[in-house]
């Protein structure tokens, strides 16, 4: 870590804490040649697989403009997508993983978005799950019905 008044690329820890959410690192660090303190914020990022091969860091707002699409005409507020993907993170921060593939994460959409609107997660999940025909939809929907009267 470089010192960000002397540029020296040497810094020494003097106190470290975890966030509230318990995903970063709050060091507090000082430069041996110059004094200077300074702090950083040190995360775990989520990297995601496409189905080219491409590897890119994983984007909340990604998930949120995907399950938009999915809530559209439903009444579904932006707060509760912004819920919804921060729950999808901690979800897939929790398997103790670090690389998805992003089909991956559509499925990881799908428990979350159930309970928040079961038309927008027959939507999403006709695409995530390979919906074929209109079995899968009936399908999906006794299964719906079914957890629905059992609640």
């Known amino acids: 870590m470089h010192c960000p008044f002397c540029r020296n690329s040497d810094s020494r820890v003097i106190d ?3 966030s509230d959410d318990g995903a970063s690192i709050r060091r ?6 110059c ?13 995601v697989i496409k189905r080219s091969g491409v590897i890119e860091a ?12 999915a809530c559209q ?10 819920k919804l993907a921060q729950n999808v993170e901690e979800s897939l921060r ?4 670090s690389q998805f593939d992003a089909n991956d994460i559509g499925l990881a959409v799908l428990p979350h978005l159930r309970t928040l ?7 999403f999940a006709s695409v995530y799950q390979g919906f074929d025909s209109l079995d899968d939809f009936e399908a999906a929907i006794a299964d ?8």
């Open 117 to 123: 609107d079961e038309v927008a997660y027959l939507r």
């Open 35 to 47: 004094g200077g303190r300074f702090n950083t914020l040190e995360s775990a990022s989520l990297m």
């Open 94 to 97: 929790q398997s103790g993983s």
């Open 28 to 33: 507090r660090r000082q430069c041996p040649k």
């Open 73 to 82: 005409g439903r009444p579904v507020t932006d707060t509760d997508l912004a």
């Open 58 to 69: 994983f984007s909340r707002d990604k998930v949120v403009t995907g399950v938009r699409k």
């Open 16 to 18: 470290s804490r975890t």
């Open 144 to 151: 719906l019905r079914q957890t629905t009267s059992e609640s």
